[in-house]
Each structure stands twice: as C-alpha cells, then as structure tokens.
C-alpha cells in the first residue's frame, strides 16, 4: 500500500517562497506521473503539477507556470515542489499522489486514500 507524507507548508507574505517534499513508499507502479494537487476552503482539490519518474516531463496548471517548479529525487523516494513568488490564491492545502492524466486539461490522483497534506498560507 502506498503511503504519502507531505511536508514543508507555512505561513508566507505574498512574494515568498516555499519548497514542499512528498515522501512516499510502497509504490510499486512507475507509470504514473507523480503529482501534486491543492484544495482551498470551499473549492474542489486541483492539479497543480506532475513530473514523470525519469524527470524527463512536467506538467503545470497555467495558474503557477513559470512559478512552481516540481522536481523528484528517486533514491529518496520524494518529489518536490519549489513555489516562488507566491500569491494569496496559492493558499490551500497541498497533497501529493500518483497522478493521472492528463483528460484536457485535467488530472486526477490515483489513489482514493489521500495523505494529511500540508498547509500552505499566503497572506497579502
């Protein structure tokens, strides 16, 4: 069973930065993409980004291209997310999880059971 720990949120001013890590285990299926995906109060969970496992392709929402950039280190079995110039409606709870897709424009996470996620918070 896959099991996902995301890490690094905090409280930002508007302009900062900050770096999430996904540490995951148990993953058996290298196919996937993996991905991270946002929910903000009162909104549907979203795709943010997705990296393949040779690192060789990225996939970004339009909302933070040329902001975040994701990145994965295999031999720790963690994915990153460097977030620069942040913005208030970059405040949400981030998760990681195998990523599917895309369909369009969308992406959905592959397992049903989420991690706790981390909470990021842009203030203005």
């Known amino acids: 069973q896959v099991q996902l720990a995301e890490s690094g949120g905090g409280l930002v001013q508007a302009g900062g930065s900050l770096r999430l890590s996904c540490a995951f285990s148990?993953?058996?299926?290298?196919?996937?993409?993996m991905g991270w995906f946002r929910q903000a109060p009162g909104k549907e969970r979203e795709f943010v980004a997705a990296?393949?496992?040779?690192?060789?392709?990225?996939y970004y929402v339009d909302s933070v291209k040329g902001r975040f950039t994701i990145s994965r280190d295999s031999a720790k079995n963690t994915v990153y997310l460097q977030m620069n110039s942040l913005k208030p409606e970059d405040t949400a709870v981030y998760y990681c999880?195998?990523?599917?897709?895309?369909?369009?424009?969308?992406?959905?996470?592959?397992?049903?059971?989420w991690g706790q996620g981390t909470q990021v918070t842009v203030s203005s």
């Open positions: 148990g993953r058996t299926d290298s196919s996937y993409p």
């Open positions: 990296i393949n496992w040779s690192g060789t392709s990225t």
């Open positions: 999880n195998e990523a599917v897709g895309p369909y369009g424009t969308r992406w959905f996470g592959r397992y049903a059971s």
